[in-house]
């Protein structure tokens, strides 16, 4: 019997090799460079295609140098999701060592999918020379004119110039743009098939861009083929996009932030239950406030630049206790030791008088609205969180991220309290909007993203490993422990030296231990635990 079943296991293994289906690979990866002759410090571009041959979508990909000389100087942003059979170029800018010599640049390509599976193994290596005598590409010249700064929501020229350096026709196979996140292209010529030889063509294309802030290039990829032998060309330009609502008509304000715009109009601050118990009114004028915030956020370029300046200001001009004596913004501002409840109030309300979006949000028990009061404000990114008493500003994603929120999150969800907006229009009790999921919703991916962002890629994969033997309550309160790092080095160290058999015992281990017990203010003091500085 077992005589019989020997042969077809190994046929059936035999079979499952041929086939491919333990060891295919989830796509076709190819690499190339667009020179490998450059100038010091100067840029050249990484160019990765990937085909998505497997069986899942995937979600991400992230690039590793194999020589530090090297630097990114941009990532390009991956789809959302890249389905079976669906194709990508994604293109790297990179700068080149200031020293030159020969350089043998490694490259290697780490892919995730939807399964939260982390596919290694995609390797790209080219010698790359940088000289001072480094020149312009010998067949095909690229030429980018773009301006260099525009203002949010603007719309803008850019016309791209292909000159054929060689005698003979050059087949042009197609033209495609790498923008900053927001910008679309709206209209364009049409690419030639065919660019004659010493020939120059001239194509204009029109882009928009988003009413928001953006640093960074954009990159044109020209694909071209000579006697049926394929090249490609990218030339990137730098752009800034500036974004400053407080220089905005209405009208541009409302297209800008659309439902969010009665953010800025609203005229109370807190509804009716803050003011009953405070025995204060909290209206709010914009125009009490408006030209010493003008004068605050200076020459800021976009919501959150005004936001830091505005925050900094406050620091420097206040002190903090816990007693609230009043809810008007004026009043709050002459004022030489406030509240946080306060700062939140002023917060929000200077941010308002220059027409960026913003709300005070606190927990609720059903009873008392008042609890852990934050500012939120609103960009085209999405809501940016301002919390005074534990001094952090950034994206929502980045506080989910942050030690403050996993006692926010047990507040909610083991004792049932409420994240809400204050959003109140007559003062009659509680007028606040329930704003809970903007903070649950999708809570493990958004925090297994940042928490992979701030991890050396060599460590993902390991981290992954780490996931995928721990129950859905366990690995939250890892990500939990891994956001709380007090820096990214700590990180790293930490998850480095810590075998994954170590890494998943600690975290079942002290999750077991401190499940049901009221978590601190500030998760730092666990993550110390769990590196072992505390004992």
Partial sequence: MVMRKGPAVILLVLLVLVSGCLFKPPAEVRFSVDKTLVRPGGTLHVMVFVNNTGKVGLTGATLVLGDDNFQILQEPKFPDVLRVGD????????????KPGVYNLKLSLELTDELKRSWTGFYGQFRITVSNEAGPPDELKLNVEAPTTLKGGETARITVTIENTLEVPVE???????????MRLVSANALPDTIDGNGKIRLSYTVSVPYAYRDGYVSVILKYAISGAEGSVVKSVP????????????ETLREAYGLKYHWITDEYIVDGYWAERYNSTPAFKGSELRDMALNIIGNAVSESHAVKAIYNWMMRTYSFGDTTSTLEPSKILQQDRISYAEAQILMTAMLRSVDVPARVITLSNGTDCTLRPMTEFYTA??????????????????????????????????????????????????????????????????????????????????????????????RLYALFLFASAPNEEDLNRVIAEYSTGKIEQDVKTMYEFYKNMTWGDDFTKYWRIFAGEVG
């Fill in 87 to 98: 194709s990508v170029q994604l293109v790297w800018i990179l700068r080149a060592p200031m």
């Fill in 172 to 182: 042009l196979r197609d033209i495609s743009f790498n923008l900053l996140d927001g």
């Fill in 239 to 250: 752009l800034k996009v500036v974004w400053t609502p407080w220089n905005e008509s209405n």
């Fill in 381 to 474: 990114d999405g809501w940016y969180v301002v919390d005074i008493r534990h001094g952090f500003v950034g994206s929502l994603d980045e506080y989910l991220a942050s030690p403050y929120f996993p006692k926010l999150y047990q507040l909610v969800t083991r004792d049932g309290y409420r994240i809400v907006a204050q959003a109140p229009e007559t003062l009659e009790g509680h007028e606040h909007v329930d704003v809970t999921g903007d903070f649950l919703a999708n809570l493990e991916d958004r925090l297994l993203r940042i928490v992979t962002e701030r991890l050396k890629p060599e460590l993902r994969s390991k981290l992954m490993l780490v996931m995928s033997n721990l129950d859905e309550n366990e």
